[in-house]
Every structure is written in C-alpha cells, then in structure tokens.
C-alpha cells in the first residue's frame, strides 16, 4: 500500500497535475504534445537524479537505461491516461500497478539496495521480507 502514495501518487501529483494543463482548459494538441514530451524528459531525469542524491540504494536501478526505457513507457500511459480521463486517479493507480507488478513479479527489489529506513517503511507497511538481506 506504500507504494500507491510513494511514487504511484507523489510523482503522478508533480509530473502530472503540475506540469500538464487539464483537458478542461481545451488545451490544444499541440500544447498536450509539447507538455507531455516535457513532463516525461522531468520524469526520466527526476529518476537518476533521485538514486545519485536522497536515496543511493536505488542508484543502480535508476541509471539502467532498460529502467529508464520502462520510465519513460510509464510516463506516457500515465500523461495520456491523464489527458484522456482527466482525473489523477487512473495515473496513480497505473502507476501503482506498475510498481507492485515490479516488486512482486519482478523480484524488483532484489536489484535495490535501500537504505535501512526504507527497508523499516516497507517491512512495516507491507508485511513482507523483500529487504532480509539488508
């Protein structure tokens, strides 16, 4: 459940509902496009930027250019997810998918070295042993 408010909300909050005008505004599609190839270079780049700053066990993850090709796919289903719906929801909840699928069916934390309080968070709030390496 962690992981539907950090990344699945938090980013869907800053790379979505920030960054690109809602279809109410009637935003033209060239205005969509520019926005959606602008918001996706921010969410490539916050990745990287994210594992060589506050959270170093996710370094080696985050600069994998096969992450970062995933990232990128992500944040354009999410842009138009957002553009179509106009709600933040069906992006976060995509976005969450995403996320779980990663964790539980792609072992995907077994290719993270999280820092001791993100393992305390995750055993906490999700009740598994993905970190009892750490």
Same mark, same amino acid.
């Given at each position: 459940?962690?992981?539907?408010?950090?990344?699945?909300?938090?980013?869907?909050?800053?790379?979505?509902?920030?960054? %690109?005008?809602?279809?109410?505004?009637?935003?033209?599609?060239?205005?969509?496009?520019? $926005?959606?190839?602008?918001?996706?270079?921010?969410?490539?780049?916050?990745?990287?930027?994210? #594992? %060589?700053? $506050?959270?170093?066990? #996710?370094?080696?993850?985050?600069?994998?250019?096969?992450?970062?090709?995933? !990232?990128?796919?992500?944040?354009?289903?999410?842009?138009? !997810?957002?553009?179509?719906?106009?709600?933040? $929801?069906?992006?976060?909840?995509?976005? $969450?998918?995403?996320?779980?699928?990663?964790?539980?069916?792609?072992? #995907?934390?077994?290719?993270? *070295?999280?820092?001791?309080? %993100?393992?305390?968070?995750?055993?906490?709030?999700? #009740?598994? *042993?993905?970190?009892?390496?750490?």
């Amino acid at each position: 459940m962690f992981s539907f408010f950090i990344p699945g909300l938090s980013e869907e909050i800053v790379f979505r509902v920030l960054f %690109l005008p809602h279809p109410t505004e009637n935003p033209s599609l060239k205005t969509q496009i520019i $926005w959606m190839i602008i918001t996706s270079v921010a969410f490539i780049i916050y990745h990287p930027f994210q #594992g %060589l700053t $506050w959270n170093p066990g #996710g370094r080696e993850v985050f600069i994998n250019p096969n992450f970062l090709i995933l !990232a990128a796919l992500l944040g354009v289903i999410c842009t138009i !997810a957002y553009l179509i719906s106009g709600s933040i $929801w069906l992006s976060v909840i995509i976005h $969450w998918l995403a996320v779980v699928i990663w964790i539980v069916l792609l072992d #995907g934390f077994a290719k993270f *070295n999280p820092p001791f309080a %993100l393992h305390f968070v995750f055993n906490f709030l999700v #009740g598994d *042993n993905h970190f009892s390496r750490v």
